[in-house]
């Protein structure tokens, strides 16, 4: 790219291919193009708006070179900062530029970073069963599969339905396709009298040496969070995600004074501002922040460096409403990145493998990024414009008396 390259166009693509994505595309005048997830699970069309409407105007006639720049210029220049839609779109554009970069200097996004400290990145899935047995057989067959680090997320007698595990041995997907979002009933009592034994039941079939995590998705209260932790402690788990809503990080300081069961919070953060106090005030051992929700790279290395002040490591949020791009740019931070910890990955259908290409793969419980030049990803947007956006929401929770609670 000659030093006067400009950026000519930023179009937005959102395809569904089994679940909806937002994919930013900025070409520059040389032809270059870079590839952004701009994917906000269920509020999809919020950040294609915003980015149609209001950054891609911005974008053209910049240079794609000055990441740093628009970053700063999209960040502290809108005047409304923070929040999921401003980030995830900010997010999109610095990974598009970043990608650019790539493809100019002919360097895979992590020789950019500083170069590799790692050969590959720990990854861990996703295991449910709805009740022990399948729970356990579902753990084995991500084990077979040769992941050395697994989540396991289990159902609760006496409810019909728990986020993120599903009846059959498939996989959940975390948004449901229609006009409004599922009610789910929520029962903390229960779920505090079960998880425990089913996890202890999982920790005695696998024996010690599998990393153990598990997801309470913001559902308990600080002195519930506690409880847990501490019941969990002999079943020694990798971490602990998500125990409490964390708009109030101080209620954390109670669950750490009462447990030493590792704790992992930060996916629906979006800056490192959110991170601050859990990471300075030791509240958490990972922090969670996704590479597209929290800003882009350019965010999560200035999240990774304040960790790595506190020996906070990073283990970002990978689900499947994190598109193959984005799983690219994680990988590549990880890469370079001395205290990032694990990725989480999901997996995602063949389909999305198809729209998405990308040079990253997984063998062995760990994700490796190829060495093309930028994020290694390229979409296939004639196939991707044949799965037109389907609404789709993620499901609400509500207490048997009918009043709404956190998950
Ligand atoms: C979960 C996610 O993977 C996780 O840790 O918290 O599945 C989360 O519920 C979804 O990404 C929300 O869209
Ligand atoms: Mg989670």
């Known amino acids: ?30 032809g270059l193009v870079g590839w952004g997830d701009a994917t906000l699970n269920g509020r999809e069309l919020a950040v294609a708006s915003y980015l149609r409407d209001h950054v891609a105007p911005l974008l053209v006639g910049r240079d794609p070179a000055r990441i740093e720049d628009t970053w700063q210029y999209l960040y502290r220049g809108v005047y409304w900062r923070r929040g999921p839609v401003t980030m995830t779109a900010i997010g999109a554009v610095d990974l598009a530029l970043w990608d650019i ?15 590799a400290v790692r050969d590959r990145v720990l990854t861990y899935t996703h295991a449910t069963g709805w009740d022990v ?19 396991a997320q289990m159902g609760v007698p006496g409810l019909d339905t728990v986020y993120g595990v599903t009846r059959e041995a498939a996989g959940y997907e975390p948004a449901g396709r229609g006009t409004a979002p599922a ?3 929520w029962d903390t009592a229960a779920y505090l009298r079960h998880a425990p034994g089913a996890l202890a039941a999982v920790r005695d079939h696998v024996g010690p040496d599998l990393h153990l995590l598990h997801d309470s998705h913001h559902r308990l209260t600080p002195n519930e969070a506690a409880r847990l932790g501490r019941a969990l402690e002999d079943v020694d788990l990798f971490w602990l995600e998500d125990v409490t809503p964390a708009e109030n990080q101080e209620v954390l300081r109670h669950v750490r004074r009462h447990t030493t069961t590792p704790l992992a919070i930060g996916e629906v953060f979006n800056t490192v501002w959110e991170c601050q106090s859990l990471i300075t005030e030791q509240l ?3 922090v969670r ?25 990073l283990g970002p949020h990978g689900p499947s409403d994190v598109s193959p791009v984005a799983l690219a740019a994680s990988l590549h931070v990880g890469l370079a990145t001395p205290n990032f910890a694990i990725q989480e990955y999901m997996g ?12 990253w793969s997984y063998a062995d419980g760990y994700l490796s990024t190829g060495d093309s030049p930028g994020l290694g990803v390229d979409v296939d947007e004639d196939l ?11 499901p609400v929770a509500r207490r048997r008396d009918g009043s709404m609670t956190d998950w």
Request: glycine share 8%; charged share 25%; proline share 4%.
């Open 101 to 115: 970069k790539g493809k100019t200097t002919g360097q895979p996004v992590y020789q950019l970073l500083g170069g």
């Open 284 to 286: 958490i051992d990972y």
């Open 1 to 30: 790219m000659s030093k006067h390259d400009t950026i000519v166009a930023a179009d937005v693509l959102v395809t569904s291919p089994g679940r909806n994505f937002v994919t930013l595309k900025i070409t520059t005048g040389e």
């Open 384 to 394: 991707a414009a044949r799965f037109p956006y389907e609404r789709a929401y993620l």
């Open 183 to 185: 009610e789910e009933v």
């Open 133 to 151: 047995p399948q729970l356990l057989d579902s753990v084995d067959t991500q084990r077979e599969r040769g992941f050395l680090a697994v989540r």
């Open 289 to 313: 922040t996704c590479v597209t929700h929290a800003g882009g790279i350019s965010s999560l290395r200035r999240i990774a460096a304040l960790a790595d002040v506190w020996q906070v490591r």
């Open 348 to 359: 995602y259908e063949p389909l999305v493998h198809e729209v998405f290409r990308h040079d």
